[in-house]
């Protein structure tokens, strides 16, 4: 523990020049007196270090010295991976290990390069989360994180829609995914094939004393890209004949998805300016949802799902009566 911090704090001396104590104390996460004695102790080491005193005093390391102490501990070379998004690196508890991961590449680069990745740091940030949700608690995530790192199976009790509602699975946890600000477990039972179990609904876990052996042949990016080929292909049990008002039109990015989208824009135009479009639907009672969002909506075939979005017009109105 102490040693990391020792490394870090010369690593900010080396890369941002003079800092006082508090704010080195800041950055380090420490009391100022530990910071003094940490400055001790570097210099007991044989590290150039000085302190100036006054208003625009602080720490320094001698002109000229720079180290090269920038290895990896195992668990800032986890973070590696997760360098491109903070977030996902603090539900897995690594926001420490990338903390220190980052100050490390920022030692290690020319200057010229250090300046680009800063800025590029103040320019961009990236939020997984979606529009109109919040991001839900993980408790046990960095458990089956863990887990699939030590390749040991994991024990849990899982919330489903199926009947019965909870159940319980020993998982051999072969990866994590992101996925639109959710995460989900890729596991096996035994030798069955992966499935996806998504990490909210783990109501218990616990990592047992057993291991398993993880297929060499499992790519967990390409077995996800399949799972989301199958999906499209499974979710649209239709089509829908619809008009649609201009102000409908506009708000379809919105509110459905790209695949509707791409048949609206695809549609004819009618003199009246609205838009006659065939689009692609899952159950009737989705897609009366996702229609009844949009306004300006006319369906014209399948009768039973038009027969839907009047009965459930026709109930709306009867509440604001």
Known sequence: MRAGRLVSMLLLLQQRGGMTAERLARELGVSVRTVYRDAEALAAAGIPIYGESGH?????????????????????AEALALSGVPAAAVDLGLQTELAALELKLSAAMPQAQRERAEEAKRL??????????RAEPVPFLALAANAAWERRRLQVRYSRWAEPKEVERELCPLGLVLKGGQWYLVATVEDGPARMYKVTNLLAAKKTDKTFERPDDFDLAAWWARQLDDFDARRYQGEALVRLSPDAVAKAPD????????????????????????IPIETHAHAAGELLRLGGVEVLEPATLRTLIRELATEAAALHT
Do not use: Q
């Not at 625009?56 to 800032?76: P, Q």
């Not at 961009?124 to 949700?133: A, E």
């Open 255 to 278: 509110n459905l998805d790209a695949d509707s989208v791409a048949a609206i824009a695809e549609g004819t135009v009618e003199p009246d300016g609205w838009t006659v479009a065939t």
């Open 56 to 76: 625009a005093g602080g720490y320094r390391l001698l002109d000229g010295y720079r180290t090269k102490l920038t290895g990896l501990t195992e668990g800032e």
């Open 124 to 133: 961009f940030h990236l939020d997984v989360v979606g529009w109109f949700r």
